[in-house]
């Protein structure tokens, strides 16, 4: 397996368990009344995994990288909502909310750097 093919397996498998912890902190929410937040984050945060799935059935090389494009904003905008909430107070009793903090920079990273590669790869293509 590739350097690559790697990063997509591990993509796939730390999306799937980001959105298990997302789960968690919207039930979490739930019983705190924060509802809204909780809404908008449980979109955003179970969207990333989703994305990274539809990608690996895209039809076409722009289509995988549209799709991972789409992951990586949506994991930008669950950033934003964990920091909006751990700055609030609204993360306030949630033990895994910093752990959530630290794996979405880390699900950020990765997808940036599928997206770039294979955006290289497909140009590089294009020149031939």
Do not use: H, P
């Amino acid at each position: 397996m590739g350097n690559s093919d790697e990063k997509k397996a591990d993509i796939q498998t730390r999306a799937f368990k980001f959105a298990l912890g997302i789960l968690e902190l919207y039930k979490f929410m739930k019983k705190c009344n924060a509802r809204i937040l909780g809404n908008q984050i449980l979109r955003s945060g179970t969207s990333i995994g989703a994305n990274v799935e539809e990608a690996q059935a895209a039809q076409s090389k722009k289509d995988f990288i549209a799709k991972m494009s789409i992951a990586s904003k949506e994991a930008r905008e669950t950033r934003y909502w964990l920091k909006l909430l751990s700055q609030s107070g609204n993360l306030d009793g949630f033990e895994s909310g910093l752990s959530l903090s630290l794996e979405v920079e880390e699900i950020i990273r990765i997808l940036t750097s599928i997206v770039k590669t294979s955006q290289e790869r497909l140009a590089g293509e294009k020149q031939l």
